[in-house]
């Protein structure tokens, strides 16, 4: 079975950037288009960007041109590399594949805080 691990997270500034990973773990996985999200307190959540298995990439209107989402198929992982940071960022960020018949039972995330 696959599991993904995101990390990556923590606190930083407004206008600061951040790197999360998702790691790809166990005996199975699969090749698909993989997507993060987040959830901020007392939010539903929300897609944030998607990367299909040839690399072509997707993001949502709030982080268009300040998000970057990228694979590497070879070590199993999804990066999500955030520049511009702002406070309406902060969440918790999650990663899975995008296809609902792909996902995974959704892990603990990292935390991304943004604050002066």
């Known amino acids: 079975q696959l599991q993904l691990v995101e990390s990556g997270g923590g606190l930083v500034q407004p206008g600061g950037s951040l790197r999360l990973s998702c790691a790809a773990s166990?005996?199975?996985?699969?090749?698909?288009?993989m997507g993060w999200y987040r959830q901020a307190p007392g939010k539903e959540r929300e897609w944030v960007a998607a990367i299909t298995r040839n690399g072509d990439t997707t993001y949502a209107h709030s982080v268009k041109g300040r998000f970057t989402i990228s694979r590497d198929n070879t070590k199993n992982t999804a990066n999500l590399l955030m520049n511009s940071l702002k406070i309406e960022d902060t969440a918790v960020y999650y990663c899975?594949?995008?296809?609902?018949?792909?996902?995974?039972?959704w892990g603990q995330g990292t935390q991304v805080t943004v604050s002066s």
């Open positions: 899975n594949f995008l296809n609902p018949s792909s996902r995974v039972s």
């Open positions: 166990g005996s199975i996985f699969s090749i698909n288009a």
